[in-house]
């Protein structure tokens, strides 16, 4: 099938494609040395895959009053304003699984899947122009402090949701294998049981895991038939996602049946769903050791996990190196001098992208920038407003990013993000016709 459920989008970065940057406690994870200024880096240098669990647990964290004499929309905000401003919000796992279950395939690039695109046509190109996501729509409404009802309303529900998984099931699920099979010595072991038990055609864990997915989405009855009419071959072949994402489902349950994650812990679930979203980033951050722990084995040899502390030590030393540039350099924005990381001195980002992105790219680095023409300048902004404002096409076939012209994401920037622009100084006016 040609059209799938979900758009997907495989854009060409001139970053570290993805970051999974939002390790399960927010509050520790996400303090910077500054908390403005340090965070612009990570946006700069990377691309931040946002999950859907970061705003869970943001939107969880109204309802905690964790902070003596601060409102919950205080604490969240202050969460909010350290968050990645770049990246994309990935589309949830659970959506992923079941457009492939019903015959689409999920790229796993290791780049975020973006939903809500619409093909258009103008002046003869074809693109893909995707509207902010609600979910980013929602962040900048936090960095003002502003919630609505609605979003109160989903925060109670999400805590109870994130306070109360049933570890007990879990647990019984993991301790029948391991009795079985015996207890793996450590999380590499666990993750071999959890992939030989549903590699098999016909694997019963597979069979109770789709049943319960099919429980859960009424109305969704060819959910198990294309499965089930095919023979009930292994997952992995039939449709890889949903089989990764069982596979860490699976690996919880015998973690916890082999004593080797604590049943005393229930966020630890919680934090394991992290893992779901491994296939759409190149780089896997995290303070929280359980992901220390477990994330290595489910990477493969394009990918990579990096500490938070690392991670923040390195960006805390971005800051300092671009802070000693000229005035002048600073005044034309990060997106002008910030383009590559450093080309000189022992940074964890230019290593990172040495091994992840292209080969030369220290030789496109080091190239003199030629600024663009005025004129230059107004056909690529006549071509992306042209793109933007047309409407979505209203015959044929959706347009695949491999076809696509042109793609176009929408998106407020700050032009100033603490002490540093993102964008040249007078943009705002310019941008304003003044």
Request: charge should be positive.
């Amino acid at each position: 099938m040609s059209v799938s459920p979900h758009d997907r989008v495989s854009a060409i970065f001139t970053t570290v494609a993805s970051a999974v940057c939002c390790a399960p406690e927010p509050p520790r994870s996400a303090k910077f040395n500054s908390r403005r200024d340090n965070p612009v880096w990570l946006d700069a240098l990377y691309y931040p895959n946002i999950t859907p669990l970061f705003f869970v647990r943001t939107l969880a964290d109204l309802e905690n009053h964790v902070a003596e004499g601060r409102t919950p929309e205080q604490v969240v905000g202050n969460l909010a304003e350290k968050a990645p401003a770049g990246g994309q919000a990935n589309r949830h796992h659970e959506t992923l699984c079941i457009g492939e279950l019903l015959g689409y395939a999920v790229d796993m690039e290791r780049v975020p899947i973006v939903g809500g695109g619409k093909s258009v046509e103008s002046g003869g190109r074809k693109g893909v122009v995707f509207d902010e996501p609600a979910e980013r729509v929602a962040l900048h409404r936090w960095e003002e402090g502003q919630f609505l009802d609605v979003e109160r309303t989903f925060a109670r529900a999400w805590r109870t949701a994130l306070s109360g998984p049933d570890l007990g099931a879990t647990y019984r699920v993991g301790r029948d294998v391991v009795d079985r099979l015996g207890r793996p010595r450590d999380f590499g072991q666990v993750k071999e049981m959890a992939d030989s038990l549903l590699g098999k055609p016909r694997s019963r864990y597979a069979r109770e895991a789709l049943q319960n997915l099919y429980a859960r989405q009424s109305g969704r009855s060819p959910l198990l038939d294309r499965w089930r009419n095919a023979g009930e071959p292994s997952l992995r072949e039939f449709a890889p996602y949903t089989a990764h994402v069982l596979t860490v489902d699976l690996f919880f349950s015998i973690g916890l049946g082999a004593d080797l994650i604590s049943r005393e812990r229930p966020s630890n679930k919680v934090d394991m769903a992290y893992l779901y979203y491994l296939p759409f980033c190149m780089v896997f951050t995290s303070s929280d050791n359980l992901h220390a722990k477990t994330a290595p084995v489910f990477l493969n040899t394009q990918q990579e996990f990096v500490g938070g502390q690392d991670l923040k030590a390195d960006l805390a030393k971005l800051d300092d190196h671009y802070s000693a540039l000229p005035q002048e350099v600073k005044d034309r924005g990060v997106m002008s001098f910030a383009s590559y990381p450093p080309t000189e001195g022992d940074f964890l980002v230019s290593r990172l992208w040495d091994r992840m992105m292209a080969p030369k790219w220290r030789e496109h680095a080091a190239r003199p920038k030629e600024p663009l023409s005025p004129e230059q300048e107004r056909k690529i902004v006549a071509m992306v407003r042209g793109m933007s404002d047309a409407p979505r096409m209203a015959r044929g076939p959706a347009v695949a990013r491999t076809d696509a012209d042109a793609m176009v994401f929408r998106r407020k920037v700050r032009p100033q993000r603490g002490k540093w622009r993102t964008l040249p100084l007078g943009v705002e006016k310019a941008d304003s016709g003044g």
